[in-house]
């Protein structure tokens, strides 16, 4: 049972187009984050979010949390080459664990 | 400083052996976390050290796997009797303090079951 759905599975654009990737549940998660993983390394964290509502800008990327804090989405703006990778969500549950969703691989290409 | 590594980076065996996974989180760092990604999947959380013990190991698939932390640093994932599937990439992540902190994952062992 996959607690955390992403969408899109892969997504490829051009360069200087913008995106968003949606994580989404119907549990309520206590904190969710967002990594980037490339290939061969592990997961490198991009943001936390805690508070329901709470968005986060990150250069480029800009973080949601939803109301209920069961979903979110990350939304990047004029998208690079260098932002080719797999993005993954983990939400915090049961105060120990993370739960992954499966993960968005974008790739932009120049 | 050094960050999370882990040993042996690849690792091929037969079906049926044993085998050992090392992880050297970074120093100072008193929580440690094993998770498991297949192909095409996000981590999958295993278990969760807090110092030398165990806080959670609710995540370790079945009693063919176990892992230990005797010293409150580098951990052992061990894998009796190996089966295909256990065919995966195994992360280890450590943090901080606990699961307020980030965790910083090292690069994972690439394990093969033949």
Known sequence: ?110 | GAGVSQTPSNKVTEKGKYVELRCDPISGHTALYWYRQSLGQGPEFLIYFQGTGAADDSGLPNDRFFAVRPEGSVSTLKIQRTERGDSAVYLCASSLMGVEETQYFGPGTRLLVL
Not at chain 1, 31 to 51: A, C, D, H, K, N
Not at chain 1, 85 to 100: E, H, M, Q, S, V
């Open chain 1, 1 to 110: 049972t996959q607690l955390l759905e992403q969408s899109p599975q892969f997504l490829s654009i051009q360069e200087g187009e913008n995106l968003t990737v949606y994580c989404n549940s119907s549990s309520v998660f206590s904190s969710l984050q967002w990594y980037r993983q490339e290939p061969g390394e592990g997961p490198v964290l991009l943001v936390t979010v805690v508070t329901g509502g709470e968005v986060k800008k990150l250069k480029r990327l800009t973080f949601q949390f939803g109301d209920a804090r069961k979903d979110s989405s990350l939304h990047i703006t004029a998208a690079q080459p260098g932002d080719t990778g797999l993005y993954l969500c983990a939400g915090r549950y049961n105060f120990n664990k993370f739960y992954f969703g499966s993960g968005t691989k974008l790739n932009v290409k120049p």
